[in-house]
């Protein structure tokens, strides 16, 4: 299934496709939440069908292999946890996979997602391969940017972007699914990405995320109570807390410097006012560039005491004020 923002650019894959003209090494990059695992793995059942040459048929053997998730010829490696790299034996593994004969007698597909997380060495075992295809062996890999990916990988790809709709569209599209509206400030936090958004909603991100802003910000403005309920929350919603507090921040800076019609919080412009009244500037700033070291911090080393380090830096607010 396609989602409507990605139309656009599989209707120029489907032309390619029509004139055998489709690149041996397609990069997808695309922002979390866009779909671009469903539309990269659209493109490779399309290749895969035995009938259609622009669009899978879904009734053929490969077709119904696919379906099962049991098909010979398409491969898939991706890191084995989130923040994880790409080992060098997924790779190896993967060369392998592209020499091989296909056991249907047709092409044979490898998927390669998130390749913004192939290490150095990863990456070069797979140059060779990419530069020096197999015969109908094709490639997709998919990415969120190009930034962590090595120029070498990137040079041997034909490069497609998928763009996330408008604001506006994201809002409407993601109300229509869940028969209800939502705060703009819920596509704001999530970059615009529909399914990230969708996602947000329904699994009750919204409500927690407001309860996070609102004793947030009531702890920064005096008597500065409830340190331990906004750590609490944090710590219970992971490390995705910090990064919305520091949207929340940054909030509070584009307020003081007269940006407040660029708000990401929008329906919670409220606290960020009072917020952005009571802390001095310097301080925010300075606690924005920390809270981002800590976010990293956190989702490098996993078995860090998070509430704890998350207390830590609460404080320092007292403390500069």
């Given at each position: 299934?396609?989602?409507?923002?990605?139309?656009?650019?599989?209707?120029?894959?489907?032309?390619?496709?029509?004139?055998?003209?489709?690149?041996?090494?397609?990069?997808?990059?695309?922002?979390?939440?866009?779909?671009?695992?469903?539309?990269a793995r659209h493109l490779a059942h399309t290749v895969l069908c035995q009938n259609g040459y622009t669009e899978a048929c879904g009734m053929c053997h490969a077709c119904q292999l696919l379906a099962a998730q049991t098909h010979p010829d398409f491969h898939v490696i991706k890191p084995e946890q989130e923040g994880k790299q790409i080992s060098v034996d997924a790779v190896r593994q993967c060369n392998r996979w592209a020499v091989e004969t296909s056991q249907l007698g047709g092409r044979r597909v490898i998927l390669i997602e998130n390749a913004d997380a192939l290490g150095e060495a990863a990456a070069n075992a797979l140059l060779k391969t990419l530069e020096e295809p197999p015969e109908n062996c094709q490639f997709i890999l998919t990415a969120q940017s190009l930034d962590s990916l090595l120029p070498t990988i990137v040079s041997r790809c034909n490069k497609w972007r998928l763009s996330v709709p408008d604001e506006a569209q994201t809002q409407h599209w993601v109300e229509m699914q869940l028969m209800q509206s939502i705060k703009t400030e819920a596509v704001r936090l999530n970059c615009g990405a529909p399914l990230a958004t969708l996602q947000f909603i329904e699994q009750g991100q919204d409500i927690r995320h407001g309860k996070l802003v609102e004793a947030f910000a009531t702890y920064l403005q005096p008597p500065h109570t409830g340190l331990y309920d906004v750590a609490g929350l944090c710590a219970g919603e992971g490390t995705i807390s910090l990064q919305w507090l520091s949207f929340f921040l940054l909030d509070c800076i584009k307020l003081q410097q007269g940006a407040g019609q660029c708000l990401v919080h929008r329906e919670s412009a409220s606290w960020v006012q009072k917020v952005a009244q009571a802390v001095p500037a310097a301080t925010l700033i300075r606690q924005a560039r920390q809270i981002n070291k800590l976010h990293q911090q956190l989702q490098k080393h996993t078995g860090l005491n998070d509430e704890l380090l998350i207390v830590e830096w609460l404080s320092t607010f007292l403390t500069e004020n």
């Open positions: 299934m396609l989602y409507p923002w990605q139309q656009t650019l599989w209707e120029k894959w489907q032309q390619l496709l029509e004139q055998n003209r489709l690149h041996h090494a397609i990069l997808l990059t695309a922002a979390k939440g866009s779909g671009r695992g469903e539309l």
